[in-house]
């Protein structure tokens, strides 16, 4: 079990609470890794859709910029050969002196896989991601060429000259579905959740670790969270009404708020749900901005004081997250607001805790 606080990297200064023209902001990304190693993020996750640009060149710019600063790139399969991936994300953990991680994002939506042209079904997508990571796994350990003749990659003589600082860069992996919790739990390091209430993480948690075990393994537990924080807690209320105010201006005015990943998205579906739980669960979990944008925005936040979120992650820490992916709505704002409280905050208790 690694504990780890992770963030979140936009390519550009933008966000729900403030929309802003730009898709690509090279300084921005620069100055925002710095935030993220300065207020004592470990790793931070580089994402990908059909239409955002590219991740893993982008963890390369960053990762010019820090020095500890770790990462973890959205890849989904499908598109590189696995061999190919394979060496660019060794290339990376080289250049990087081994701060490269993968995390594999099969695409729960088909709106979004069908849009570059894959038509496979979200079954048979994490089907082929599973033989993928295993593919990855071999090109970075094997010291010599080998062949491969699998469900859905076949090739000869595959090798890399070039091999990772780390003796296997981590797996991260995403997805509730059948196929996805039982081809995930042979072959990710990490598992990574959204949010959720406490039963509900729980109920999750043990049925991924369960499929985990009947291979022998024990993978570690990601949660993504957002955050919204102020020094008292009628303060942070208060902050996350303004947040939803300006989040309704903003849609109302025809700004483009969230991403429309269809009507059966399992993500969506699955917030919606909890939403409808009521505005506020587990004291703290605010669903008021997912309830207002109908599930268009998922932004499901804790909301408190540094001390009361910390409080809060704790106890999912003790049902089994080890990790947890943070972001607010004010991107560098936030970060720097989370150094300067929630984070050491959150790591003095889980290291009590241990």
């Not at 620069?30 to 790793?43: I, L, M, P, S, T």
């Not at 796994?137 to 699998?150: I, K, L, Q, T, V």
């Not at 749900?273 to 004291?283: N, P, S, T």
């Not at 997912?290 to 992650?313: M, S």
């Amino acid at each position: 079990m690694a504990f780890e606080v992770v963030g979140l990297h936009f390519f550009a200064d933008s966000s729900e609470a403030h929309p802003v023209r730009g898709v690509y902001d090279p300084q921005f990304l620069r100055d925002y890794a710095v935030a993220h190693e300065e207020a004592g993020f470990d790793r931070v996750l580089v994402g990908q859709t059909a239409t955002w640009p590219d991740p893993l060149s982008t963890a390369a710019h960053i990762a010019a910029v820090t020095k500890t600063l770790k990462f973890m790139v959205a890849h989904r399969p499908g598109f590189i050969a696995p061999t190919m991936a394979a060496r660019m994300f060794a290339t990376l953990d080289q250049a990087s002196d081994g701060r490269a991680g993968i995390h594999i994002i099969t695409g729960a939506s088909d709106v979004e896989t069908q849009a570059d042209g894959d038509y496979l079904t979200k079954e048979q997508r994490y089907h082929r991601s599973r033989e993928y990571v295993e593919i990855l796994r071999r090109m970075w350990s094997s010291d010599a060429p080998f062949d491969h003749a699998g469900e859905w990659y076949r090739f000869n003589g595959a090798f890399a000259l070039v091999k990772p600082v780390q003796d296997q860069i981590p797996v991260f992996w995403a997805g509730n579905s059948d196929a996805a919790v039982q081809m995930g739990a042979q072959v990710c390091d990490v598992y990574a959740i959204g949010p959720a209430t406490l039963a509900d993480t729980g109920a999750t948690i043990t049925r991924f670790k369960q499929e985990a075990a009947r291979h022998g393994r024990n993978p570690d537990v990601s949660m993504s969270m957002r955050v919204i924080v102020a020094d008292t807690e009628d303060a942070a209320w208060e902050k996350a009404e303004r947040l939803l105010g300006t989040v309704m201006d903003h849609m109302a005015s025809g700004k483009q708020i969230g991403r429309d990943k269809g009507d059966n998205d399992p993500g969506t579906l699955a917030l919606k749900r909890q939403a409808a739980m009521g505005e506020r669960l587990d004291e703290r979990l605010w669903t008021g901005m997912t309830r207002a944008t109908e599930g268009r925005l998922h932004a499901t936040a804790l909301v408190g004081t540094p001390d009361q979120v910390a409080a809060a992650l704790e106890k999912y820490h003790a049902i089994g997250v080890d990790r947890f992916l943070l972001n607010g709505f004010y991107t560098i704002d936030d970060v720097r607001l989370f150094g300067e409280g929630l984070v050491p905050v959150l790591r003095r208790r889980i290291a009590g805790a241990v």
